[in-house]
């Protein structure tokens, strides 16, 4: 599976974004999605997670009312809705697959990332 997210840009706080995560590959349907962030001078952390089915969605407390995911097995396309942006919410967004059920598995294969900049 390879993944190509997108959607990334600069946008005012309160500004909302669509970040998309299109996977090749028809196994892309087994896979769990999850989408992770990584601002400058931090480490990687979780944002958002969603089974293969759609059927169990998680959230970081961070993002939690603010953020959706949600996907499209028939477009091999997962995506994260960002609405209500803060300037903390700046980094580089990775999505990544896995055949896990909880969001903090392993994942197998990462996307390259876009960067999101929120500004004040």
């Known amino acids: 599976v390879q993944l190509q997210a997108s959607g990334g840009g600069l946008v005012q706080a309160g500004g909302s974004l669509r970040l998309s995560c299109a996977a090749s590959g028809r196994a892309f349907s087994t896979y769990a999605m999850g989408w992770f962030r990584q601002a400058p001078g931090k480490e990687r952390e979780f944002v958002a997670f969603v089974t293969w089915s759609g059927y169990r969605i998680y959230y970081a407390n961070s993002v939690k009312g603010r953020f959706t995911v949600s996907r499209d097995n028939a477009k091999n396309t997962v995506y994260l809705q960002m609405n209500s942006l803060k300037p903390e919410d700046t980094a580089v967004y990775y999505c990544?697959?896995?055949?896990?059920?909880?969001?903090?598995?392993?994942?197998?294969?990462w996307g390259q990332g876009t960067l999101v900049t929120v500004s004040s």
């Open positions: 990544a697959a896995g055949m896990t059920d909880t969001p903090f598995g392993r994942y197998d294969y």
